[in-house]
C-alpha cells in the first residue's frame, strides 16, 4: 500500500517539475549562474552572497521556475519569454500588453538599483534576474507566438515524442550527462577577446543575438523529425556556447548594479 501511494504521489508531482515551458531546465540555469559566479568581481560576490543570506546564485537560479505553481506569481510567467516573428526586431515587433523578458530584466535591474527598494524585493528581483538572463539565451524563449516558443513543433528525440522547445531547455543537457558544476568548469572556451567583446554588449544586443540564433534553430529540424545523435554532435556545443554568453552576460549586469 505505501509503495503505490509513493507511485502515485511522484506521479502527480511530475507536472511541476518536467514542463515543457520550464527554461533551460534545473542544470542549465544552474550552470549559467556558476559559470556567472566565475566573473562577478571580489565585492560584488561578497554583496550577492550577503543578501541571498548565504544562497549561492546556481541555487537561486531555479527560483522563478519554482514558484510558477503557486497562483499569485501568475503576472511574472510573461516575463520568461519575447515572441517575435523571425524576420522583425524587438523594435517593431507586437508587444505583449502584460510584459515579457524585456520587461521582465529591466523591471529587476530597477528594483535592484533603487536604494529604497526592500530587502525582500531586492532579493526577490535577484532571483528573478539571475533567472531571466539564463532565458533570454535560450533559442525558443524568443521564438513564434504561433507555436508557443517552440511548444507546439512537435519531434522525437530518440525515437520518444518530444517538442523542440523541451528539447533545447532540458533534453540536449540531460543527454549529454553532466553536472551543472562540470557544465560550468567546462564552459565554452572563448578567447578573452571574445569575453570582452561580450562584456561591451547591452541587453539589446543579447536579445538581437539570441534573436538570430533562434532563427537558425528553428530551420534545423521539420515536424516530426526523430532527433539523435547526429543533432547533439551539431548542436550542443552552441547550447554550451549559449550559456557561456548567458553566464558572461548575467556577471556582468550584476556587477554593474552591486558596484561600489
Not at 527560483?63 to 510567467?77: G, L
Not at 528573478?128 to 504561433?146: R, S, V
Not at 547533439?232 to 548594479?257: C, D, M, S
Request: aromatic share 12%.
Amino acid at each position: 500500500m505505501k509503495k503505490t501511494l509513493f507511485i502515485v504521489f511522484s506521479i502527480l508531482l511530475v507536472p511541476f517539475f518536467c514542463s515543457a515551458e520550464d527554461d533551460w531546465g534545473q542544470n542549465g540555469h544552474r550552470a549559467v549562474a556558476e559559470i556567472a559566479f566565475q566573473y562577478l568581481d571580489e565585492d560584488v560576490k561578497q554583496k550577492i552572497i550577503h543578501l541571498l543570506k548565504g544562497e549561492s546564485l546556481a541555487l537561486a537560479s531555479t527560483y522563478a521556475d519554482e514558484i510558477k505553481s503557486d497562483k499569485k506569481y501568475d503576472a511574472y510567467k510573461v516575463w520568461h519569454y519575447v515572441n517575435m516573428p523571425l524576420d522583425r526586431n524587438y523594435e517593431k515587433a507586437e508587444k505583449n500588453e502584460e510584459g515579457d523578458i524585456v520587461v521582465g530584466i529591466q523591471k529587476s535591474i530597477q528594483v535592484l538599483q533603487n536604494e529604497t527598494s526592500t530587502t525582500e524585493a531586492k532579493i526577490f528581483h535577484l532571483k528573478m534576474l539571475i533567472h531571466l538572463i539564463g532565458d533570454l539565451h535560450q533559442p525558443f524563449h524568443i521564438g513564434l507566438k504561433e507555436d508557443r516558443g517552440g511548444n507546439d513543433f512537435k519531434v522525437f528525440w530518440f525515437g520518444e515524442q518530444t517538442n523542440i522547445h523541451k528539447l533545447w531547455d532540458t533534453q540536449l543537457i540531460e543527454s549529454y550527462k553532466m553536472s551543472y558544476s562540470e557544465l560550468a568548469t567546462n564552459k565554452f572556451p572563448f578567447s578573452e577577446n571574445e569575453v570582452t567583446e561580450f562584456k561591451n554588449k547591452d541587453l539589446m544586443d543579447w536579445l538581437a543575438d539570441t534573436h538570430k540564433l533562434t532563427e537558425d534553430v528553428y530551420a534545423s529540424a521539420q515536424p516530426n523529425d526523430n532527433l539523435s545523435y547526429a543533432y547533439t554532435y551539431k548542436w550542443f556545443p552552441v547550447l554550451r556556447q549559449q550559456l557561456h554568453k548567458a553566464g558572461i552576460h548575467l556577471a556582468t549586469q550584476l556587477n554593474e548594479i552591486f558596484k561600489a
